[in-house]
């Protein structure tokens, strides 16, 4: 999104102003934000993610079509300044961990073909910043992907059902019944409506109130009937937490609370297994306490890192892999290690996949720079309601990462979600949201 300065124009008639340069990048914003969130597969069948299928022709021709236009967009509809901004020297160095990783991995050709469906993700997700001109383009981008989205997933339940819900015959018959749209789990699904029901409130705040409305409603109540009780707190405490200072005109209070949150929930997960004090206590308070057998795997993850702490095992080579399968189970573990295809803590996976100074370096660019950028938003109402979105889908993806696994995933939606929320922080920060003037 440019700088104010640079819209000097009237308001045009809405059907010529769509064939303009800017019309035209508002719509291919659109247009890759709805395509990559609905995959080039919508309506798997629930636990395809399970099986690791989706490495067919559909999708390589698929994604590289999206970064192909990715690409071009940038180099012929995008403000350079802006993309250019884009590139932060933290961003660029969890890159280079993250490449190296593949380079380590036990199969690297296989772990390039998966990275390069991250990467594709990354990049489309930094052009669909770029291309809108302004803050009423970048809500028309929401409005029509929103649209787009929930209206498949809601016309879904209804035209295929089978595929919309979870059902009995699936993998995991305990979810029958509970939502989960065009996306392959109820898990993405969740998270996926938490960050439109964000959006719906930021188009309400900025004066596109019933679309607003009608966004986060329909997101919440889509949202609900996943049945995430995760995501379910979480959206009103990520609410709370960005809009509460500002309403106290306190916004600096909300990085404080966000650091607080995330030293908490950091304590309160992953604590309770590697600092002895923590999990002396929650034995004596809490011993049933393991976040449905969460626990012994990150304990199991714990022991393999500890082997292995400054490259861990390369991307796309622990979970799921012969170094897990021929494992021993022991009989007393609640969850069998050799069946699961992550850990369910996003920022422990980083420390086992690509060691723990990508860790390091991964905490600081999806987390204090995020919040460093947001004291950085200048106090204009377009960055203000701007910046305050973000925020939420960072901190609600922060800390849902502490329970799920996501960070580099492909193109996992909430993945996608949370680099749109991370890469629009810096942006929100660096220069005034422009505003379209009408004549």
Known sequence: MSSTGSLRRTEQAPLSAAFTRDGIATAVAALLFTVILVSFRPFQPAGAELTGEGGDIVNQLGFGSLGAISILSLLTLADRRVVRSLLSPSWLLMLGFFMLSV????????????ASFTLIGILTMATI???????????????FTAAAVMGLSYVGLFVFPNEALHTANSIEPEHAGLWRGVFTHKNIAGPVMACFSF???????????????????????FMLHTGSKTTAGLV???ILIVMFPSLLGMRLGTPILFG???VATAIGTLGIVFLPPVKALAAIYFPDLTYTGRTTLWE????????????????????GTPLLLNQDQPFDRAWDIRTIVHGHDGYLDIAVLMGIPALCVAV???????????????????????????MMVVLFAALNAFLESFFFHRSDPVWLFFVLGVLG???????????????
């Open 103 to 114: 380079i380590l991995a036990t199969d690297p050709p296989s772990a390039m073909r998966a």
């Open 129 to 143: 910043l770029a291309l809108p001109r302004d803050a009423e383009a970048f809500s028309n981008v929401i409005v």
């Open 199 to 221: 959006a719906g409130l930021y188009l309400f705040r900025r004066g596109r109130r019933l679309a607003g409305f009608i966004v986060f409603c329909a997101a919440m109540n």
């Open 236 to 238: 009103p405490f990520s």
């Open 260 to 262: 607080l949150a995330m």
């Open 300 to 319: 199991f993850a714990g022991e393999m890192l500890a082997k292995k702490p400054w490259t861990g095992y390369g991307y796309e080579s622990f979970w």
């Open 364 to 390: 600081y660019t999806f987390l204090i720079a995020p919040m460093r950028d947001y004291m950085r938003i200048p106090l204009r109402k377009e960055n203000v309601y701007l910046g305050d979105f973000f």
């Open 425 to 439: 922080l810096r942006q929100a920060s660096l220069r005034p949201i422009a505003i379209r003037h009408t004549a």
